[in-house]
């Protein structure tokens, strides 16, 4: 039980360090997109892309339309602030990590928690002398 209390933290431990190391490039492609103002030519592009039939599954058509020009109205509205955001990637990604350190802090401190309570609650095995 031990042993899967650990590989079940390993394994989250492992999506976790991987949803870090994705949001830090989307964030650092997103920054140098913003920095370079071709952030709102972008979502222009984006907002012309025809919506797929199979997304109707899961949304209605109209909302992804809506969804596309509220896309491009943000950024033609903020583009003059845009470059100042992508400025802030310098603070953003380390405090990203330092939040995956914290995750990764307390999901290994809940393992051992883990670890302990099962050793404790598991009953006490009598010792058996060698010789007999």
Do not use: N, Y
Not at 18 to 44: E, I, K, N, P, Y
């Amino acid at each position: 039980m031990k042993i899967a209390v650990w590989a079940i933290c390993f394994l989250l431990l492992g999506f976790w360090t991987g949803g870090a190391l994705l949001m830090t490039a989307l964030t650092g492609w997103a920054a140098r997109q913003f920095a370079s103002g071709d952030a709102a030519a972008t979502g222009a592009a984006v907002a012309q892309w025809p919506v797929p039939p199979w997304i109707s599954v899961w949304f209605d058509a109209a909302w992804v339309k809506a969804a596309q020009e509220s896309l491009t109205w943000t950024l033609t509205t903020f583009d003059g602030a845009l470059p100042f955001v992508g400025s802030a990637v310098g603070w953003i990604v380390p405090l990203m990590w330092v939040l995956w350190g914290l995750g990764a802090l307390l999901l290994l401190v809940l393992a051992g928690g883990a670890h302990l309570m099962i050793g404790r609650l598991q009953p006490k095995q009598p010792r058996q002398l060698r010789g007999a």
